[in-house]
């Protein structure tokens, strides 16, 4: 069973930036996807972003466009998200996670595999 390990959270100053690392015990699909989500204490989790295991596509959610960068690394079956100007809403803890497809990857229950998490805390 595929294992995907987070890792790069950690405390940082609202404006500051964060790299998450994201890697896959073993290569995923041709057609699968790899998505970020974060969850809040008290709150659903929620997508962040998504990108194509092959190929350029790339989505986010609203809040995150223009300061987060998902990016990948197919040769390690590593994703990362670059995240700069944090804002103290975007603590949570963040996972990322595969999909066989690109259908539904907004909803967190189309998701295979996921990691367990790594801490992202921004303060003001």
């Known amino acids: 069973q595929m294992q995907l390990v987070e890792s790069g959270g950690g405390l940082v100053q609202a404006g500051g930036s964060l790299r998450l690392s994201c890697a896959a015990s073993?290569?995923?699909?041709?057609?699968?996807?790899m998505g970020w989500f974060r969850q809040a204490p008290g709150k659903e989790r929620e997508f962040v972003a998504a990108?194509?295991?092959?190929?350029?596509?790339?989505i986010y959610t609203d809040s995150v466009k223009g300061r987060f960068t998902i990016s990948k690394d197919n040769a390690k079956n590593t994703i990362y998200l670059q995240m700069n100007n944090l804002k103290p809403e975007d603590t949570a803890v963040y996972y990322c996670a595969v999909k066989a497809d690109g259908s539904d990857l907004r909803s967190p229950i189309r998701y295979d595999y996921w990691g367990q998490g790594t801490q992202v805390t921004v303060s003001s």
């Open positions: 990108i194509k295991r092959y190929g350029i596509i790339t």
């Open positions: 073993e290569r995923t699909p041709g057609t699968s996807y």
